[in-house]
Protein backbone atom coordinates (compact mmCIF):
# COMPACT_ATOMS: atom_id res chain seq x y z
CA UNK A 1 0.00 0.00 0.00
CA UNK A 2 3.04 2.13 0.26
CA UNK A 3 2.98 2.60 -3.70
CA UNK A 4 -0.42 4.06 -3.13
CA UNK A 5 0.14 7.36 -5.30
CA UNK A 6 -1.46 9.16 -7.80
CA UNK A 7 0.22 6.86 -10.63
CA UNK A 8 -1.16 3.89 -9.29
CA UNK A 9 -4.49 5.36 -8.34
CA UNK A 10 -5.59 6.44 -11.55
CA UNK A 11 -8.91 9.10 -11.58
CA UNK A 12 -8.72 10.89 -15.13
CA UNK A 13 -12.20 12.35 -14.87
CA UNK A 14 -12.05 13.17 -10.91
CA UNK A 15 -8.32 14.23 -11.06
CA UNK A 16 -8.89 17.95 -12.02
CA UNK A 17 -11.89 18.09 -9.25
CA UNK A 18 -9.26 16.55 -6.85
CA UNK A 19 -7.03 18.97 -7.37
CA UNK A 20 -9.60 21.89 -7.17
CA UNK A 21 -9.81 20.34 -3.48
CA UNK A 22 -6.64 21.16 -2.47
CA UNK A 23 -6.76 24.49 -3.84
CA UNK A 24 -9.58 25.46 -1.57
CA UNK A 25 -8.25 23.74 1.42
CA UNK A 26 -5.22 25.85 1.14
CA UNK A 27 -5.96 28.94 -0.36
CA UNK A 28 -9.69 28.77 -0.12
CA UNK A 29 -11.94 28.40 2.70
CA UNK A 30 -10.02 25.99 4.18
CA UNK A 31 -12.19 22.55 4.26
CA UNK A 32 -14.14 20.39 1.99
CA UNK A 33 -16.44 17.17 1.98
CA UNK A 34 -16.10 14.31 -1.09
CA UNK A 35 -19.19 12.67 -0.45
CA UNK A 36 -21.00 9.35 -1.43
CA UNK A 37 -18.48 6.65 -1.23
CA UNK A 38 -20.43 3.22 -1.81
CA UNK A 39 -17.83 1.78 0.90
CA UNK A 40 -20.58 -1.45 1.53
CA UNK A 41 -19.56 -2.77 -2.06
CA UNK A 42 -15.70 -2.82 -0.44
CA UNK A 43 -13.62 -4.74 1.72
CA UNK A 44 -12.24 -2.94 4.67
CA UNK A 45 -8.35 -3.53 2.85
CA UNK A 46 -10.37 -1.96 -0.33
CA UNK A 47 -11.81 0.84 1.24
CA UNK A 48 -8.17 2.05 2.49
CA UNK A 49 -6.93 1.29 -0.58
CA UNK A 50 -9.56 3.12 -2.50
CA UNK A 51 -9.30 6.06 0.56
CA UNK A 52 -5.41 6.19 0.18
CA UNK A 53 -5.64 6.41 -3.49
CA UNK A 54 -8.56 9.23 -3.98
CA UNK A 55 -6.56 11.67 -1.39
CA UNK A 56 -3.26 11.24 -2.82
CA UNK A 57 -4.81 13.06 -5.76
CA UNK A 58 -5.72 16.08 -3.30
CA UNK A 59 -2.21 15.72 -1.53
CA UNK A 60 0.24 13.07 -2.42
CA UNK A 61 2.34 12.96 0.42
CA UNK A 62 0.93 10.98 4.00
CA UNK A 63 2.40 11.49 7.50
CA UNK A 64 3.61 9.12 9.92
CA UNK A 65 0.97 9.02 12.87
CA UNK A 66 2.55 5.93 14.96
CA UNK A 67 6.49 5.10 14.94
CA UNK A 68 6.00 0.97 15.65
CA UNK A 69 3.51 -1.51 14.23
CA UNK A 70 3.34 -4.75 16.34
CA UNK A 71 6.74 -3.61 18.71
CA UNK A 72 8.95 -3.60 15.62
CA UNK A 73 10.44 0.14 13.96
CA UNK A 74 7.52 1.38 11.31
CA UNK A 75 6.14 4.26 9.63
CA UNK A 76 2.40 3.54 10.38
CA UNK A 77 0.57 6.01 7.77
CA UNK A 78 -3.40 5.46 8.76
CA UNK A 79 -4.92 5.88 12.06
CA UNK A 80 -8.04 4.71 13.07
CA UNK A 81 -10.98 7.39 15.16
CA UNK A 82 -12.78 5.03 17.14
CA UNK A 83 -13.86 4.30 20.72
CA UNK A 84 -11.88 1.48 22.33
CA UNK A 85 -12.11 2.75 25.57
CA UNK A 86 -13.95 -0.49 26.74
CA UNK A 87 -11.28 -2.75 25.55
CA UNK A 88 -8.53 -1.38 26.78
CA UNK A 89 -6.88 0.03 30.09
CA UNK A 90 -7.37 3.45 31.16
CA UNK A 91 -4.14 4.14 31.32
CA UNK A 92 -3.41 2.99 27.78
CA UNK A 93 -5.71 5.80 26.31
CA UNK A 94 -3.63 8.92 25.21
CA UNK A 95 -6.65 11.14 24.20
CA UNK A 96 -9.55 11.45 23.51
CA UNK A 97 -9.85 10.18 19.80
CA UNK A 98 -10.28 6.29 20.82
CA UNK A 99 -12.86 7.37 23.40
CA UNK A 100 -16.55 8.97 22.38
CA UNK A 101 -15.78 12.21 24.50
CA UNK A 102 -15.93 15.75 22.97
CA UNK A 103 -12.60 16.45 21.58
CA UNK A 104 -12.42 20.12 22.30
CA UNK A 105 -10.58 22.15 19.82
CA UNK A 106 -7.36 21.63 18.81
CA UNK A 107 -5.15 21.13 15.57
CA UNK A 108 -3.25 17.95 14.69
CA UNK A 109 0.26 17.56 13.57
CA UNK A 110 0.11 17.76 9.59
CA UNK A 111 -0.53 19.96 6.50
CA UNK A 112 -3.75 18.37 5.90
CA UNK A 113 -6.12 16.47 7.62
CA UNK A 114 -8.02 13.47 6.27
CA UNK A 115 -11.21 11.92 7.87
CA UNK A 116 -12.87 8.85 6.20
CA UNK A 117 -16.25 7.62 8.06
CA UNK A 118 -16.08 4.15 7.25
CA UNK A 119 -19.64 3.64 9.86
CA UNK A 120 -21.79 6.11 11.97
CA UNK A 121 -22.24 5.90 15.74
CA UNK A 122 -25.83 5.48 17.29
CA UNK A 123 -26.21 9.39 17.71
CA UNK A 124 -23.48 12.37 18.62
CA UNK A 125 -19.69 12.67 16.57
CA UNK A 126 -20.59 16.16 14.88
CA UNK A 127 -17.32 17.50 12.90
CA UNK A 128 -16.90 21.07 14.53
CA UNK A 129 -14.35 23.78 12.49
CA UNK A 130 -13.61 27.20 13.14
CA UNK A 131 -10.98 29.45 11.27
CA UNK A 132 -8.00 30.23 13.05
CA UNK A 133 -7.87 33.37 11.41
CA UNK A 134 -11.67 34.64 12.58
CA UNK A 135 -10.30 33.38 15.98
CA UNK A 136 -7.45 35.70 16.18
CA UNK A 137 -9.57 38.51 14.56
CA UNK A 138 -11.92 38.27 17.57
CA UNK A 139 -9.25 37.60 20.38
CA UNK A 140 -7.30 40.86 19.04
CA UNK A 141 -10.12 42.49 19.41
CA UNK A 142 -11.78 41.94 22.29
CA UNK A 143 -8.30 40.16 24.80
CA UNK A 144 -5.04 41.43 22.92
CA UNK A 145 -3.54 40.41 26.35
CA UNK A 146 -4.17 37.04 25.38
CA UNK A 147 -3.19 37.16 21.72
CA UNK A 148 0.66 38.21 23.65
CA UNK A 149 0.02 35.05 25.60
CA UNK A 150 -0.34 32.75 22.72
CA UNK A 151 2.55 33.59 20.97
CA UNK A 152 5.03 33.55 24.10
CA UNK A 153 7.35 30.17 24.99
CA UNK A 154 4.98 27.61 26.14
CA UNK A 155 5.73 23.96 27.18
CA UNK A 156 4.46 21.05 25.52
CA UNK A 157 4.90 17.58 26.95
CA UNK A 158 6.80 14.62 25.09
CA UNK A 159 5.49 12.63 28.07
CA UNK A 160 8.60 10.96 27.91
CA UNK A 161 9.09 8.25 31.17
CA UNK A 162 11.47 10.69 33.19
CA UNK A 163 8.87 13.06 33.47
CA UNK A 164 11.08 16.04 32.52
CA UNK A 165 10.84 15.99 28.69
CA UNK A 166 9.35 19.14 26.89
CA UNK A 167 9.43 21.30 24.19
CA UNK A 168 9.25 25.21 24.52
CA UNK A 169 7.43 27.07 21.55
CA UNK A 170 4.19 29.26 20.86
CA UNK A 171 0.82 28.12 19.92
CA UNK A 172 0.37 31.19 17.77
CA UNK A 173 2.83 32.17 14.86
CA UNK A 174 2.27 35.13 11.98
CA UNK A 175 3.71 34.29 9.07
CA UNK A 176 4.42 37.39 6.60
CA UNK A 177 4.13 37.54 2.80
CA UNK A 178 6.45 36.06 0.67
CA UNK A 179 6.56 35.64 -2.76
CA UNK A 180 3.35 34.21 -3.74
CA UNK A 181 2.18 33.68 -0.57
CA UNK A 182 -0.49 36.21 1.63
CA UNK A 183 0.39 37.17 4.99
CA UNK A 184 -1.16 34.36 7.50
CA UNK A 185 -1.50 33.31 10.94
CA UNK A 186 -0.91 29.66 12.31
CA UNK A 187 -2.26 28.17 15.66
CA UNK A 188 -0.67 24.81 16.59
CA UNK A 189 -1.39 22.75 19.77
CA UNK A 190 -2.98 20.02 20.56
CA UNK A 191 -4.54 20.86 24.61
CA UNK A 192 -3.30 17.20 26.30
CA UNK A 193 0.19 18.18 25.56
CA UNK A 194 -0.18 21.18 27.70
CA UNK A 195 -3.06 19.59 30.48
CA UNK A 196 -2.79 15.93 30.06
CA UNK A 197 -5.62 13.82 29.59
CA UNK A 198 -7.36 11.09 32.25
CA UNK A 199 -4.82 8.54 33.61
CA UNK A 200 -2.43 10.44 31.01
CA UNK A 201 -0.82 12.63 33.32
CA UNK A 202 0.88 16.39 32.60
CA UNK A 203 4.45 15.22 33.54
CA UNK A 204 5.25 16.75 37.11
CA UNK A 205 8.78 18.13 36.46
CA UNK A 206 7.99 20.65 33.78
CA UNK A 207 6.21 24.34 34.13
CA UNK A 208 3.07 24.32 35.35
CA UNK A 209 0.89 26.72 33.30
CA UNK A 210 0.18 30.33 34.01
CA UNK A 211 -3.18 31.55 34.87
CA UNK A 212 -2.17 33.61 31.42
CA UNK A 213 -2.35 30.52 29.68
CA UNK A 214 -4.95 28.85 31.19
CA UNK A 215 -7.04 31.93 30.51
CA UNK A 216 -5.77 31.42 26.99
CA UNK A 217 -6.67 28.20 26.21
CA UNK A 218 -9.64 28.26 27.46
CA UNK A 219 -10.26 31.99 25.38
CA UNK A 220 -9.49 29.91 21.93
CA UNK A 221 -11.77 27.18 22.97
CA UNK A 222 -14.53 29.22 23.33
CA UNK A 223 -14.15 31.67 21.00
CA UNK A 224 -13.84 28.73 18.17
CA UNK A 225 -16.61 26.99 19.70
CA UNK A 226 -18.81 29.79 19.02
CA UNK A 227 -18.39 30.53 15.74
CA UNK A 228 -17.68 26.98 14.43
CA UNK A 229 -19.61 25.49 11.55
CA UNK A 230 -20.95 21.80 12.34
CA UNK A 231 -20.48 19.13 9.68
CA UNK A 232 -22.19 15.66 10.19
CA UNK A 233 -19.98 12.95 9.26
CA UNK A 234 -21.97 10.38 6.94
CA UNK A 235 -20.62 6.84 5.71
CA UNK A 236 -18.95 6.90 2.52
CA UNK A 237 -17.65 10.64 3.32
CA UNK A 238 -14.15 11.96 2.90
CA UNK A 239 -13.30 15.55 5.15
CA UNK A 240 -10.01 17.57 4.28
CA UNK A 241 -9.70 20.53 6.08
CA UNK A 242 -5.90 22.75 6.46
CA UNK A 243 -4.26 22.04 10.08
CA UNK A 244 -2.82 25.15 9.52
CA UNK A 245 -5.86 27.01 9.21
CA UNK A 246 -8.57 25.54 10.82
CA UNK A 247 -9.11 24.65 14.30
CA UNK A 248 -11.61 21.48 14.98
CA UNK A 249 -13.38 20.19 17.43
CA UNK A 250 -15.57 16.36 17.18
CA UNK A 251 -18.75 16.30 19.12
CA UNK A 252 -19.71 13.18 21.89
CA UNK A 253 -20.74 10.49 20.56
CA UNK A 254 -22.36 7.15 21.26
CA UNK A 255 -22.82 3.71 19.69
CA UNK A 256 -25.17 1.01 19.55
CA UNK A 257 -24.04 -2.85 19.26
CA UNK A 258 -24.63 -2.51 15.87
CA UNK A 259 -23.62 1.37 15.15
CA UNK A 260 -20.30 2.07 16.14
CA UNK A 261 -18.72 4.92 14.63
CA UNK A 262 -15.56 4.40 13.32
CA UNK A 263 -12.96 7.14 10.86
CA UNK A 264 -9.95 7.03 9.05
CA UNK A 265 -7.58 9.26 9.38
CA UNK A 266 -4.52 10.61 7.15
CA UNK A 267 -2.12 13.31 7.75
CA UNK A 268 -0.99 14.89 4.29
CA UNK A 269 0.80 17.22 2.48
CA UNK A 270 0.60 19.03 -1.25
CA UNK A 271 3.84 20.07 -2.31
CA UNK A 272 2.68 22.33 -4.82
CA UNK A 273 -0.15 24.25 -2.12
CA UNK A 274 1.94 23.57 1.20
CA UNK A 275 2.10 26.23 3.52
CA UNK A 276 5.67 28.01 4.63
CA UNK A 277 5.89 26.93 8.83
CA UNK A 278 8.19 28.74 11.25
CA UNK A 279 11.24 27.09 11.92
CA UNK A 280 9.49 26.47 15.59
CA UNK A 281 7.40 24.09 14.24
CA UNK A 282 9.88 22.53 11.85
CA UNK A 283 10.70 19.41 14.36
CA UNK A 284 7.02 18.80 14.82
CA UNK A 285 6.09 18.57 11.08
CA UNK A 286 9.44 16.99 10.24
CA UNK A 287 8.75 13.70 12.85
CA UNK A 288 5.33 13.51 10.56
CA UNK A 289 6.97 13.35 7.35
CA UNK A 290 10.59 12.93 7.23
CA UNK A 291 11.80 9.89 6.43
CA UNK A 292 9.21 7.42 5.69
CA UNK A 293 9.62 4.68 3.15
CA UNK A 294 7.72 2.74 0.88
CA UNK A 295 9.05 -0.26 2.50
CA UNK A 296 8.39 0.84 6.08
CA UNK A 297 5.04 2.21 5.51
CA UNK A 298 2.01 0.28 7.15
CA UNK A 299 -2.27 0.99 6.98
CA UNK A 300 -3.07 -1.19 9.98
CA UNK A 301 -6.85 -2.02 8.80
CA UNK A 302 -8.07 -2.68 12.66
CA UNK A 303 -7.96 -0.18 15.41
CA UNK A 304 -5.26 0.11 18.47
CA UNK A 305 -4.15 2.47 20.80
CA UNK A 306 -0.65 3.94 19.13
CA UNK A 307 2.51 3.03 20.43
CA UNK A 308 4.19 6.87 21.00
CA UNK A 309 3.62 11.07 20.83
CA UNK A 310 4.50 11.54 17.39
CA UNK A 311 4.12 14.92 17.53
CA UNK A 312 3.24 17.52 20.20
Not at 69 to 81: C, E, F, I, R, S
Not at 173 to 198: C, F, H, V, W
Not at 263 to 287: M, S, Y
Request: hydrophobic residues 40%; glycine residues 6%; proline residues 6%.
Amino acid sequence: MGELSVETSPLPKLHATLRDISNEVHNGHGFKVVRGLPIDDYTREENVIIYAGLASHVAPIRGRQDNKWQGKPADVLVAHVKDLSQECDSKDIPGPVVTADKQVFHTDAGDVIALFCLSEGHSGGESFLASTGHVYNVLAATRPDLIKTLSEPWAFDDFAPSGDVYKLRPLLYYQPAAKADPERLIIQYSRRNLTGYMDCKRSAKIPPLTEAQAEALDAVHFTAEEHAISLDFRKGDIQFANNLSILHALGAFTDAPNKRRHLLRLWLRDPEHEWIKAKDLQERFDRVYAGITVESSVFPLEATIRSSNVAT
